[in-house]
């Protein structure tokens, strides 16, 4: 029976399928296709954008509910553990991980939300983060950061001064990251003073400077809500330089505010 079976045939398509107009048709269709993915991931991405702006909606007011709550700890032990969080960010300014697996950071600055504002300010520098972000700052930018606690005292009430000294050496990303205006070439070939230059005199070199932080506390919620701080640069530079026009072409140019907030490189070009 099987020498019987007769082959199949080739299905016959119709001759419009081989014609410019269906093939115009399909690139339409595909074109159409197209458009119906991105229309639909664009409405994806739209949703998501407002999803993530909800949940910071969120945070930002669980942030605000927590402030209203009231602090129960001493402002003393307050500006005790401040002083300890920063040394231990000035050792481990990478981050790290603690023994139950939990980022070192976190685990410290979660600690540190019970006792500061959420919107806590350092001169134009506001929030928690942005304050850890500074001391990473520090602790990158200058080599072997130490500060050493040497006195707390109420200044007046909601005011406590911590009073400390803080030792930084001077390093070639310090100088390319804060000071970044001086220079490491010679200014001109009649430069006479090229073999004494500056950046010689200040690599490696460690500066010794007092360190004063006011820990300024809101009356209702007892937390820290403003830290203001001083770094005595000058007399530390003044003691490696020794010249005072040699500390003011140090400092006139350097990437540090006033208010001891390291200026970004983008941010320094903007206002320049």
Same mark, same amino acid.
């Given at each position: 029976?099987?020498?019987?079976?007769?082959?199949?045939?080739?299905?016959?398509?119709?001759?419009?399928?081989?014609?410019?107009?269906?093939?115009?048709?399909?690139?339409?269709?595909?074109?159409?296709?197209?458009?119906?993915?991105? %229309?639909?991931?664009?409405?994806?991405?739209?949703?998501?954008?407002?999803?993530?702006? *909800?949940? %910071? $909606?969120?945070?930002?007011?669980?942030?605000?509910? !927590?402030?209203?709550?009231? $602090?129960? *700890?001493?402002?003393?032990?307050?500006?005790?553990?401040?002083?300890?969080?920063?040394?231990?960010?000035?050792?481990?300014?990478?981050?790290?991980?603690? +023994?139950?697996?939990?980022?070192?950071?976190? !685990?410290?600055?979660?600690?540190?939300? @019970?006792?500061?504002?959420?919107?806590?300010?350092?001169?134009?520098?506001?929030?928690?983060?942005?304050?850890?972000?500074?001391?990473?700052?520090?602790?990158?930018?200058?080599?072997?950061?130490?500060? !050493?606690?040497?006195?707390? *005292?109420?200044?007046?009430?909601?005011?406590?001064? @911590?009073?400390?000294?803080?030792? =930084?050496?001077?390093?070639?990303?310090?100088?390319?990251?804060?000071?970044?205006?001086?220079?490491?070439?010679?200014?001109?070939?009649?430069?006479?003073?090229?073999? %004494?230059?500056?950046? +010689?005199?200040?690599?490696?070199?460690?500066? %010794?400077?007092?360190?004063?932080?006011?820990?300024?506390?809101?009356?209702?919620?007892?937390?820290?809500?403003?830290?203001?701080?001083?770094?005595?640069?000058?007399?530390?530079?003044?003691?490696?330089?020794?010249?005072?026009?040699?500390?003011?072409?140090?400092? *006139?140019?350097? =990437?540090?505010?006033?208010?001891?907030?390291?200026?970004?490189?983008?941010?320094?070009?903007?206002? $320049?």
């Amino acid at each position: 029976m099987t020498g019987n079976i007769t082959p199949r045939e080739p299905r016959q398509y119709s001759k419009y399928y081989n014609t410019p107009a269906r093939r115009a048709q399909c690139r339409t269709n595909q074109a159409r296709y197209r458009n119906r993915q991105r %229309d639909y991931q664009a409405q994806l991405e739209e949703s998501v954008g407002k999803l993530r702006d *909800e949940l %910071d $909606s969120l945070k930002r007011r669980r942030q605000d509910l !927590r402030s209203l709550e009231k $602090s129960n *700890e001493s402002p003393w032990l307050v500006v005790t553990k401040a002083c300890c969080f920063i040394e231990k960010c000035f050792q481990s300014p990478w981050g790290s991980e603690d +023994d139950e697996g939990m980022p070192g950071d976190k !685990r410290k600055l979660t600690d540190m939300e @019970a006792s500061f504002s959420h919107d806590i300010c350092m001169g134009n520098v506001c929030g928690l983060d942005a304050l850890v972000q500074q001391l990473r700052c520090y602790a990158q930018y200058f080599g072997l950061p130490q500060i !050493r606690l040497q006195r707390v *005292e109420m200044k007046c009430p909601g005011v406590i001064t @911590a009073s400390a000294r803080l030792g =930084l050496t001077i390093t070639d990303l310090t100088l390319r990251r804060l000071f970044p205006h001086i220079s490491k070439e010679p200014r001109s070939k009649y430069d006479t003073n090229w073999g %004494d230059r500056l950046v +010689d005199r200040l690599v490696s070199q460690r500066l %010794d400077c007092t360190c004063s932080l006011n820990f300024l506390f809101d009356d209702v919620s007892g937390r820290v809500v403003r830290l203001e701080t001083q770094i005595g640069f000058i007399p530390a530079l003044f003691q490696v330089v020794r010249t005072a026009d040699a500390v003011s072409e140090v400092m *006139e140019g350097a =990437l540090i505010s006033p208010d001891c907030v390291v200026i970004k490189e983008e941010v320094a070009s903007e206002l $320049s």
